[in-house]
């Protein structure tokens, strides 16, 4: 199986039989088509108009889904595959908005003719989070029965909330079951809520790089990304013009938080400790003693100053919020009973040098499914990009994401 290990516990005969039956498929019986892309897409927004409860049991009158949807529906309304994006992710995951877009969407890699998510066989759907930031609704928007920006009135947010908002988009699309949810890091915290709360619209889920709930290291992480925010003057509590916002805090927390995405080896051998070239184009020190120096530092202040660009402060604060409050596991401890409900089957994929989500993390999902009584496989990728892992070209990945579907039909 090349490069990827399919993983069971010895005692598993359960996950040996669902192994042995991905690994049969894990060849495909002809040659892949060139791989092509989506071309220029255009986002468009869904308006429920129907209130929403949330699971702080407040709700929010309407709202908005921006989503991007790529190939076609079939007759029968069920070869959709349903992508959830990480926290800084959005909709735009395929394609380009215009044709001379320099830059595409951010899973570009895996959807479209002859990928992963082949658009010729697969109607595949991505929309912004709620509690988002790039079009759809929460704490930018404007609340409709105060006439201003909700900001902190915006309601605490859950991952099951997300879900929630979704699957009535998944509704409006007319879909009758969704042939895989999938997802990575937040995203497949979403994958894992949708087999949970919605057992009979979802017939697979695939979730990367992600965990039933973060350790204390994860969390800790995450408080320091929102206190540099909350103790940004600009923040002033929450209730800032976006164009005037925490924008220092938020790029620190945004240059923290990268870090944990990627690896030390994967930094290392992009950076090392390569200085930046002075102004008069030669190596060494900066001129100022704690100006700028590494190459690491230039990358890191571009990271944080790009998001800047694109996201929230408030966005930020809630999504974070939402992964640590995140917790598969009911009050005994036993994550098995999470699953009880449900009824699809399950890839779960860890990666190697992952330390945000470690592998074991993963592995223990696809352990408490078998525990259940659910068909689930474990993968583990071997890579050293860290927990951005399932973003980058991984021909590995593709195969098990391939194989994965093919197996539905095998």
């Not at 889904?65 to 029968?76: D, F, I, P, V, W």
């Not at 930031?133 to 929460?138: K, Y």
């Not at 042939?179 to 087999?195: D, E, F, N």
Request: glycine fraction near 8%; proline fraction near 6%.
């Amino acid at each position: 199986m090349s490069k990827f290990d399919l993983i069971r516990p010895p005692t598993s005969a359960i996950l040996a039989q669902i192994i042995d039956d991905l690994a049969a498929v894990a060849t495909p019986p002809h040659p892949a088509a060139e791989p092509g892309d989506v071309g220029v897409v255009h986002p468009k927004d869904f308006l429920s108009s129907e209130p929403l409860a949330f699971d702080c049991g407040a709700e929010i009158p309407e709202f908005t889904l921006r989503y991007e949807t790529y190939g076609e529906l079939n007759a029968a309304r069920t070869n959709a595959i349903y992508i959830c994006h990480a926290l800084s992710g959005d909709h735009h995951c395929a394609g380009r908005h215009a044709a001379d877009d320099r830059k595409p969407g951010w899973w570009d890699n895996i959807i479209g003719p002859g990928k992963p998510f082949d658009t010729r066989k697969y109607f595949v759907i991505c929309a912004n989070c709620l509690g988002g930031c790039r079009g759809s609704t929460g704490p930018v928007s404007i609340n409709p029965r105060t006439g201003r920006r909700y900001s902190l009135d915006f309601p605490a947010l859950t991952i099951r909330d997300m879900v929630r908002a979704h699957a009535r988009l998944v509704e409006h699309l007319g879909v009758q079951s969704l042939a895989a949810v999938v997802g990575g890091s937040m995203g497949g915290m979403m994958a894992l809520q949708w087999a949970i709360d919605f057992p009979d619209k979802v017939r697979g889920i695939i979730a990367l790089a992600t965990t039933a709930r973060q350790s204390a290291q994860a969390i800790a992480f995450n408080a320091v990304g929102r206190s540099a925010i909350m103790q940004d003057p600009a923040w002033n509590h929450g209730d800032y013009e976006p164009e005037k916002g925490p924008n220092v805090g938020l790029a620190v927390a945004r240059m923290m938080a990268h870090i944990t995405y990627l690896s030390n080896k994967s930094l290392d051998s992009k950076f090392g400790r390569t200085k930046r070239e002075t102004a008069g184009g030669s190596g060494g020190d900066a001129p100022g003693h704690f100006d700028v120096e590494f190459e690491v530092e230039s990358y890191l202040q571009h990271q944080g100053q790009s998001f800047v660009n694109r996201f929230d402060a408030n966005t930020y604060l809630y999504f974070t919020k939402a992964l640590d409050r995140f917790d598969l596991h009911g009050p005994d401890g036993r994550l098995e009973d999470a699953f009880r409900p449900m009824k699809s089957r399950a890839l779960v994929v860890g990666f190697t040098s992952d330390w945000l989500f470690p592998k074991e993390q993963n592995q223990e999902i696809a352990q408490a499914m078998l525990r259940a009584g659910k068909r689930a496989t474990y993968a583990e990728v071997s890579s050293d990009l860290g927990h951005d892992s399932f973003l980058l070209n991984s021909p590995d990945l593709y195969e098990l994401l391939r194989a994965f579907l093919r197996a539905e039909k095998e």
